[in-house]
């Protein structure tokens, strides 16, 4: 099989400090475990920020610039940068610094959808933060929204306007059919990168047959013009991901995903699920492929043309 794209979520925006205690939340901190992860082999860094101060999830581009400029300088790896951000964060707060940063690659989720991570709040006793235990009781009654006017001017914004690509992330089997509606509107071309997410309430659950029918789907919908990544939340990572790789897909790990490196065990960065994730594949006969490969593989603009 061809290479495979190892894609690494640093910190993300739903799990909260008082879960791990090695959930990066400073700049200092999410810029360690990026370059960590790099070295380990992963070609794609997929970024949040927080405020590291408290932890919390953030849309200020100063946050995000307390990491960028380090990773730029100290590895190769593309920065993805998350339009998703927090659901309870506006379009355009989300927007703000990848607008500015006009990078390579950004995420983009397609759809809006319940976003629910309540039931995380029932495992955590000892809380760090005032916010934390509002924050995931709350979402039961939460939306994250993206409807197809927001999905259309994340594309123009950051794909027509300042050249980035994007990992189209897809929670459900009518977010193929939306990116085919924007493929065929003309704001998006391919190849299409497609990451399916599996696991989080309010989405696909982390059924094998569920990824096989989004690999059909997909098939028929885009043809030879697209690849596809698989992240599955909590426990379902690994096992997910792995299937994902045996079906000549790729892979994304990290603890913006899953805070576990096995059963009741926390992982202590990134880099050791990146590692875990680099093992399997190569017994399985896949090799990871550089972030320049990863750049070509996926029609990227460069390092060089952001403003990072």
């Not at 006793?125 to 009654?141: C, I, M, R, V």
């Not at 885009?222 to 990572?237: C, N, P």
């Not at 926390?266 to 017994?283: D, F, P, T």
């Amino acid at each position: 099989m061809a290479g495979i794209i190892i894609t690494c979520a640093l910190t993300g925006s739903i799990h909260t400090p008082s879960m791990s205690p090695h959930l990066p939340v400073t700049g200092e901190e999410i810029a360690a475990e990026g370059l960590a992860a790099a070295e380990a082999g992963a070609a794609i860094l997929h970024l949040h920020a927080r405020d590291p101060d408290t932890g919390r999830p953030s849309a200020d581009p100063a946050h995000f610039m307390g990491f960028l400029p380090q990773l730029k300088a100290g590895c190769d790896a593309v920065l993805n940068l998350s339009t998703g951000g927090s659901a309870v964060m506006s379009l355009d707060e989300r927007l703000e610094a990848p607008k500015r940063a006009a990078p390579e690659m950004a995420s983009l989720n397609m759809g809006t959808m319940n976003f629910a991570l309540y039931p995380a709040a029932e495992r955590i006793t000892d809380w760090q933060h005032a916010w934390e235990k509002p924050f995931l009781e709350n979402s039961d009654d939460l939306v994250f929204k993206n409807t197809p006017r927001d999905i259309a001017r994340i594309l123009t914004d950051l794909g027509q306007e300042r050249g980035a690509r994007f990992e189209f992330e897809c929670y459900d089997l009518s977010h193929l059919y939306m990116l085919r509606h924007f493929a065929d509107r003309g704001l998006v071309t391919p190849p299409f990168f497609i990451q399916f997410v599996f696991g989080v309430l309010g989405g696909m659950g982390p059924d094998p047959e569920n990824l096989t029918h989004m690999v059909r789907i997909a098939d028929k919908l885009f043809g030879a013009d697209y690849l596809f990544s698989v992240l599955a939340a909590g426990r379902h990572q690994i096992p997910l991901v792995t299937m994902a790789a045996t079906m000549g897909g790729h892979v994304r790990v990290g603890l913006e995903d899953n805070l576990t490196i096995a059963k009741g065990q926390l992982a202590r960065s990134n880099a050791e699920q990146v590692a875990k994730i680099r093992r399997i594949v190569e017994e399985l006969g896949r090799s990871p492929v550089s972030a320049e490969d990863a750049r070509d593989m996926l029609g990227l603009k460069g390092a060089a043309a952001t403003e990072l």
